[in-house]
């Protein structure tokens, strides 16, 4: 532990005591980020685990949590940032970078944890299915430079009954970042919505690409998948999902445009009831005979999208895989085009940015069926999926839009009243051009 009296502090950093570690029995779960953060035994642990570091080689340990950890803090876990320093006795010098998440014991979302093993999800996202896209890419005849998947590397994680972490590579540490646009709101640029559905594309295609070439269903494969994917057709979350009509409602009376009472009156009719959308989440998660289904990211908006220049070149990467679910190819692209991307903009851009989606999925989707033996039917697919794509998107901007009307909820989305009555009007607005209410 660390020394008596010690208050540990954002910023601060302590050096570990290894005499009392080397008296414990090894344990390397915490259940909140304050633990691990207090607990050597856990802390080298870990070490020996990852880096094969052992206790009796170390000198020094500092610990130290970073600040902000905002840009990549999940509503479902206890997270927070380290920067690890090892010495060792031959003098060599270790510093290492995590982003941490560990199942919390006392959260609100403790039972919704626990119940729909979000955590297991993302680790088996990270341990066992992209590694299993990545290899099916490589049996393609393809490499990681053809096919790249933007997402953080997995370090380490381990979760046994109702305890879990997640090691990830902390992206902050290396340049990236969310930003806000000029007037303080998190929209998407035009450059940055083109770059994360075609980072999205990929893995779309990708799955859904396995799929059809070895006939299988990878919720089936994965059961975490399936239970993510209904998530909200759960009476408590779909009565939680329906909560949100109320206050989004609030904001729209709010607003002074004249067409407003007649938007309110469509929305409250059009979302009358939580069977509906218990539906519209059952129907999220399967497709029409001739439709696509492949992996979702599930919370496909800006929190989960970070951003850094290099070299000239703009990347990506795509955070929070807890919510990953096989399901309806549109659900990710739609949700995030109505939730990220400022609704003037979206509707200049919505067919361009969709095009650039179509064209990164079918490239991607081509390039693995054309590398293998494909049949006649899979010929077929291959120039038959923009016009699917266009159908799933469709279907799916419905949810898509309730989904992004739980936005207006967050502080640190819009930081006052006036941006988010502005918002509510003009996702609204569009909601009713597009028919969906």
Request: net charge negative; proline share 2%.
């Amino acid at each position: 532990m660390a020394p008596t009296g010690l208050r540990f502090t954002a910023g601060s950093s302590w050096k570990m005591d290894l005499s009392a570690y080397r008296k414990k029995q090894q344990r390397k779960i915490p259940t909140s980020i304050a633990q691990l953060l207090n607990d050597d035994n856990i802390i080298f642990g870990l070490l020996k685990e990852i880096y094969n570091h052992d206790h009796h080689d170390v000198e020094k340990v500092e610990v130290k949590l970073l600040t902000p950890c905002s840009d990549i803090k999940g509503n479902l876990s206890d997270s927070g940032r380290l920067r690890i320093f090892v010495k060792t006795y031959g003098g060599a010098q270790h510093t290492y970078y995590w982003f941490v998440k560990v199942q919390p014991m006392n959260h609100q979302n403790t039972e919704l944890v626990s119940k729909f093993n979000v955590f297991k999800n993302e680790i088996e996202f990270y341990s066992k299915i992209a590694p299993k896209l990545m290899s099916f890419i490589k049996e393609a005849g393809l490499s990681s430079d053809d096919i790249q998947f933007d997402i953080p590397k997995m370090i380490f994680s381990e979760e046994d009954d109702d305890r879990a972490i997640i090691i990830l590579e902390d992206l902050v540490s290396e340049g990236y970042k969310q930003e806000r646009d000029v007037n303080g709101n998190r929209y998407l640029s035009k450059e940055k919505a083109i770059l994360a559905v075609e980072s999205i594309a990929k893995i779309h295609a990708a799955s859904y690409a396995l799929q059809v070439k070895q006939n299988i269903d990878l919720a089936s494969k994965h059961p975490t998948l399936g239970k993510s994917g209904l998530l909200w057709t759960n009476a408590e979350m779909t009565s939680r999902l329906y909560a949100v009509k109320d206050i989004y409602c609030e904001f729209l009376k709010q607003s002074k445009n004249p067409d407003s009472p007649m938007l309110l009156e469509r929305f409250r009719k059009t979302f009358d009831s939580e069977e509906l959308l218990r539906e519209l989440c059952f129907d999220r998660c399967s497709s029409d005979e001739e439709g696509i289904l492949c992996l979702q990211q599930g919370d496909f908006h800006f929190n989960n999208l970070l951003f850094k220049e290099e070299d000239g070149q703009l990347k990506v990467k795509i955070v929070d895989w807890q919510l990953t679910y096989n399901g309806r190819s549109g659900a990710d692209i739609s949700y995030l085009l109505m939730s990220s991307v400022d609704p003037d903009q979206f509707e200049l851009e919505e067919e361009n940015i969709k095009e650039k989606y179509f064209h990164s999925f079918n490239e991607t989707f081509s390039a693995l069926q054309n590398q293998t033996t494909a049949n006649d039917e899979e010929v077929e697919n291959i120039n038959s999926v923009d016009e699917i794509l266009e159908m799933e998107y469709d279907k799916s901007l419905q949810l898509g839009f309730f989904f992004s009307c739980g936005n207006v909820m967050h502080q640190e989305n819009y930081e006052d009243e006036e941006r988010k009555v502005s918002f509510t009007y003009q996702l609204c607005r569009e909601a009713a051009d597009k028919n969906l209410i």
